[in-house]
């Protein structure tokens, strides 16, 4: 069984950063992909952030080249750090896992069957 548990959200003025952290119990095959993904009210669940166990990363096309995701050594830990924030990035931010996605699924919710509570990230501007 794997459990997942973010931390970090909080808010911040538009242009500030945020690095939000995943706790992962019982770390298995299940965790090959991990990812972060965020639900604005009255929006579907989008992908965030995809890190695959060997390293490769995905990023949805809104946060390329602001946020980063990753991993400590022991892959206990998933990160991720935002920066130049928008008020459109705030969102109940959620940690995810799976043991094996489509490529073309990565960011998309239905593969992960694994699911943290959520943290909140909040931009004013």
């Known amino acids: 069984q794997v459990q997942l548990v973010e931390s970090g959200g909080g808010s911040v003025q538009a242009g500030g950063s945020l690095r939000l952290s995943c706790a992962v119990y019982?770390?298995?095959?299940?965790?090959?992909?991990m990812g972060w993904f965020r639900q604005a009210p009255g929006k579907e669940r989008e992908g965030v952030a995809i890190?695959?166990?060997?390293?490769?990363?995905i990023y949805a096309d809104s946060v390329k080249g602001r946020f980063s995701i990753s991993q400590d050594n022991a892959k206990s830990t998933l990160f991720l750090q935002m920066n130049s924030l928008r008020s459109e990035d705030t969102a109940m931010y959620y940690c995810?896992?799976?043991?094996?996605?489509?490529?073309?699924?990565?960011?998309?919710?239905?593969?992960?069957?694994?699911w943290g509570q959520g943290t909140q990230v909040t931009v004013s501007s």
């Open positions: 890190i695959r166990d060997d390293g490769f990363t």
């Open positions: 019982g770390y298995t095959y299940n965790t090959y992909y």
């Open positions: 995810a896992a799976a043991a094996s996605v489509p490529r073309w699924l990565l960011l998309h919710r239905e593969p992960y069957s694994y």
